[in-house]
């Protein structure tokens, strides 16, 4: 079983930045891909970005390309989610996601272990 733990989420202005960082309890971390979804209110929860298990491949959503980087840090067993240049249609509650080894899907189906959300709320 792998607990995952978010933070980092928060209020801010459109065009500002901030880091989400999902701690991982697993002591294998290295063997999980890891992914970050959204969830904005009325709406289905959606992928924003994943990273393979070894580091070499990320995946991103159209959206976010270029404002958003994905990032692990095994020896911490976190993974980050750099947010850039945020918009107000950024805003949602943001998910961490792990799935053993595998690669870097979109599909919440695919992820087996789930963190319990940040909240992102970016204003105009």
């Known amino acids: 079983q792998v607990h995952l733990v978010e933070s980092g989420g928060g209020l801010v202005q459109a065009g500002g930045s901030l880091r989400l960082s999902c701690a991982a309890s697993?002591?294998?971390?290295?063997?999980?891909?890891m992914g970050w979804f959204r969830q904005a209110p009325g709406k289905e929860r959606e992928f924003v970005a994943a990273?393979?298990?070894?580091?070499?491949?990320?995946n991103y959503v159209d959206s976010v390309k270029g404002r958003f980087k994905i990032s692990r840090d095994g020896a911490n067993n976190t993974v980050y989610l750099q947010m850039n240049s945020l918009k107000p249609e950024d805003t949602a509650v943001y998910y961490c996601?792990?799935?053993?080894?595998?690669?870097?899907?979109?599909?919440?189906?695919?992820?087996?272990?789930w963190g319990q959300g940040t909240q992102v709320t970016v204003s105009s």
């Open positions: 996601a792990a799935r053993y080894y595998g690669s870097t899907y979109s599909q919440l189906r695919e992820y087996q272990y």
């Open positions: 697993e002591r294998t971390f290295s063997s999980y891909t």
């Open positions: 990273i393979s298990w070894g580091g070499g491949s990320t």
